[in-house]
């Protein structure tokens, strides 16, 4: 098997931490989503001006909506387990 990029790596040791089933893909799931749009508060971000340069405060709201969904996701296959 090839080498996984050091993001994929964090994804898979998160599945494999788990028993095989729902949690797994759950834990997945939220680790995608910490790699994606890291947990920050946009409000006090936008507020400091602490937000990164080369995004604006339009794309970082609907990056952190991506994860929002990404995370309900979780949250649902954690509470049918």
């Not at 799931?29 to 920050?40: G, K």
Request: glycine share 2%.
């Amino acid at each position: 098997m090839a080498d996984l990029s050091p993001a994929a790596q964090v994804v898979m040791n998160a599945f494999w931490k788990q028993p095989k089933n729902r949690s797994a893909i759950a834990a997945a799931i939220r680790a995608l989503a910490d790699l994606v749009v890291p947990d920050i508060d946009l409000h006090i971000s936008v507020a400091n001006d602490c937000l990164p340069r080369d995004i604006g405060t339009a794309k970082w709201s609907a990056r952190y909506e991506t994860r929002r969904e990404l995370l309900a996701i979780a949250t649902e296959l954690e509470g049918s387990i």
